[in-house]
């Protein structure tokens, strides 16, 4: 399958910026779509932003304009750049791949694959 790894993750202050790394070791003719989730302490995981193998991205209301989703397919690598920070951005960011090998994609047919998280902390 795959193996994600990410990295990047780190204590920063309200209106600071980070990027967040995810390198993929895998197929990448079978990732059907790369993103990013978040999840913050007593609450579920949320998607944050995502794109897709033909590269059409989506992003979570409360970081649109903010957060710009990228992956470089040569080096396998998926990217979050983060801009203007919020105390509400403080969470676990985790790198994911909707696994799908095959030719006409349908949801449910993939399978999720999580990496191991990074933590994400804004300060005011």
């Known amino acids: 399958q795959v193996k994600l790894v990410e990295s990047g993750g780190d204590l920063a202050q309200v209106g600071d910026s980070l990027r967040l790394s995810c390198s993929a070791d895998?197929?990448?003719?079978?990732?059907?779509?790369m993103g990013w989730y978040r999840q913050a302490p007593g609450k579920e995981r949320e998607l944050v932003a995502q794109i897709t193998r033909g590269g059409l991205t989506n992003y979570a209301a409360s970081v649109q304009g903010r957060f710009t989703i990228s992956k470089d397919e040569n080096k396998n690598t998926l990217a979050l750049q983060m801009t203007s920070l919020r105390p509400e951005d403080t969470a676990v960011y985790f790198c994911?791949?909707?696994?799908?090998?095959?030719?006409?994609?349908?949801?449910?047919?993939?399978?999720?694959?999580w990496g191991q998280g990074t933590q994400v902390t804004v300060s005011s």
């Open positions: 895998g197929n990448r003719n079978c990732m059907y779509a």
């Open positions: 994911n791949v909707i696994w799908f090998c095959g030719v006409v994609y349908q949801p449910g047919l993939g399978a999720d694959v």
